[in-house]
């Protein structure tokens, strides 16, 4: 299940109603994304995400399907947020349900390296000398094509 | 063809989505991006350097050979930065 919203999610809630009567489910793992301040020496007073509605849901839904494609899932989620958020904000959670941890973990590994490459968000960071596009960072490029040279 | 631009690309050009009608010939995105480099300096400078650019068809990552038509929406976005 993807879901792209401007309001913040609890991660608790979300992660039990992932997997409620689910009793397959031995393993669930759930990565966080939150807003640093990656200003310095200036600090970032906000960060405002945009993205491209239709394509962002289409590109999340395709990464979720070749997850379930390449590990057995008992169950999944992504929820992406946008907007204009502020620091040590949840920007992000990934969360993967199997029976055991190593698919879990994988899975999981795998959706938040891939999305941050292909999911179409852009961030904006606001500082007290003015707004400024992040730049995207070869790392995270290098991080998602890792898992297709396996 | 409907033309959308986002992050820097939409503010350097001042404007988030446009329809355009190009000539017959304009068969391709390289070809588009072409046309659009002539429209002026906002556009010239913004699509300078191609490695920082992204190009989306009706909603799929494409590269710059990829046939596009007339009723096609096309985006141009740089490197994506969510997560």
């Excluded at chain 1, 993205?51 to 989620?77: D, F, V």
Aim: with cysteine; net charge negative.
């Amino acid at each position: 299940m993807i879901r792209v919203q401007r309001e913040d999610f609890d991660i608790g809630l979300e992660l039990a109603k992932l997997t409620k009567n689910n009793y397959k489910v031995g393993g669930l793992t759930s990565f966080v994304g939150l807003v640093r301040d990656i200003a310095a020496p200036e600090t970032i007073s906000s960060m405002t995400l945009e993205h491209y509605p239709g394509m962002t849901e289409k590109q999340l839904e395709h990464i979720e399907t070749i997850a379930n494609q390449r590990w057995h899932l008992e169950a999944s989620l992504i929820i992406h947020r946008y907007g204009k958020l502020d620091l040590g904000d949840q920007i992000v959670l990934v969360a993967c349900a199997s029976a055991h941890r190593g698919e879990a973990f994988e899975a999981c590994h795998f959706l938040i390296d891939w999305l941050k490459t292909k999911a179409p968000f852009w961030k904006l960071e606001k500082t007290a000398s003015g707004s400024n596009w992040v730049d995207a960072i070869d790392a995270d490029e290098d991080a998602a094509n890792r898992w297709f040279s396996k | 063809m409907k033309l959308l631009y986002f992050a820097w690309i939409r503010t350097n050009l001042g404007v988030s989505e446009e329809l355009v009608d190009v000539p017959s010939e304009i068969n391709d995105v390289r070809a588009l991006l072409d046309w659009l480099i002539n429209r002026g300096e906002s556009y010239k400078a913004a699509f300078s350097d191609l490695n920082h650019i992204r190009v989306a068809v009706n909603q799929e990552y494409v590269d710059l050979d990829h046939a596009i038509n007339t009723g096609d929406e096309i985006a141009f976005f740089p490197p994506v930065t969510g997560g």
